[in-house]
Structure formats: C-alpha cells, structure tokens
C-alpha cells in the first residue's frame, strides 16, 4: 500500500513483508487487543448509530404523512428530547474527533491498523445520525406549526403573542 504524501506511518506502510511481520511479532499482545478491542467497539457504535438514524427516518416519514388535524407534542416535551439527543450526538462527535487526532498521532499505531478509519467511519455514522435527527425535529416542529392553527400576518409581536396565548 502506498503512503503518497508521506506521513509518520511510512515506515510502517512502505517495509516489505518480512520486515512488517518483524515489527508486528515486536508489537504488545496487549496493543493488538486493544486496536481490536477499539475497532470493534466502534464498529458496534456504528451500528447503533445506523439504528437510530434509521428510526429517525421512519419517524420524519410518518410525520410527513400523518394529517394535520392536530399537534403531536403540543407540550414540547418531545422537541426537548430531541434536542437533548442532538446535543448527545454533538458531544460524541467531538469525542470521536478528538479520539481521531490521538490516534492519528500515536506513533504506535499504523495506518494499516484501521484505528483511523474506524473512527472516520463512526464520526460520519454520528453526523449522519444528527441529519436525520434534526429532520425529525423539524418535522415534528412542522407539522405541530401548521396544526396549531396559528397563520397570518401580525402587524407587530404584540398582536403576534395575542395569537399565541388564544
């Protein structure tokens, strides 16, 4: 594999075969499981992620569908767990990145370890997850302002929260 650019990882992306598998017969039993031990932690993360953001979906489509004769969180209690999952989601994003920069910078880690991408993968499951969050919110959102009956135009903010408080 080559490693066009150059990085800290060519040496141990460029050795040959045997020379690889010196290194890696030097490398801690205990450093191999734990880049497993990650990798497949991440990997069951994305998975998760994929869930939900699957049942974000299937909830923006019902509610596109669904008529708007009356509001589905009238209470806001609903738009409070969705931004309360958001904000989740935004934390994990930054762990993850963050996880990214270390990894990308531990010199006993190589490229071909998968360490890197794994993370990539579960930064752009987490995103992901968040777009389709954030259309569900919205579409709740939506929906609930058109059913709740309030339209027109308001000549000022006070006439604006006389509508509201009807």
């Known amino acids: 594999m080559s490693n066009v650019g150059g990085s800290r990882h060519d ?9 690889r598998i010196e ?15 990650t990798i497949s932690a991440l990997d069951l993360d994305r998975t998760h992620l994929a ?11 019902l509610v596109m569908r669904c008529p708007v004769s009356h509001e589905l969180d009238p209470e806001g209690k609903s738009a409070e767990l969705f931004d309360q ?20 910078s531990d010199h ?8 890197a991408d794994a993370y990539r993968n579960a930064i752009e499951a987490t995103e ?3 777009d389709a969050t954030q259309r569900a919110t919205d579409a709740v959102r939506e929906h609930d302002a058109e059913a709740s009956g309030y339209s027109g ?13 009807r």
């Open 85 to 104: 999952g958001l904000e989740a989601l935004k934390s994990l994003r930054r762990r993850y990145a963050a996880r990214l920069v270390a990894a990308e």
């Open 23 to 37: 290194v890696q017969g030097r490398r801690s039993l205990a450093l191999l499981r734990a880049i497993e031990d």
């Open 51 to 61: 869930a939900i953001g699957r049942e974000m979906d299937n909830l923006t489509d």
């Open 128 to 130: 992901s997850t968040f």
């Open 153 to 165: 135009d308001f000549a000022t903010a006070s006439e604006l929260l006389a509508a509201l408080s």
């Open 108 to 115: 006993a880690l190589c490229d071909d370890d998968g360490i």
């Open 11 to 19: 040496g141990c992306a460029d050795v040959d075969l045997a020379r």
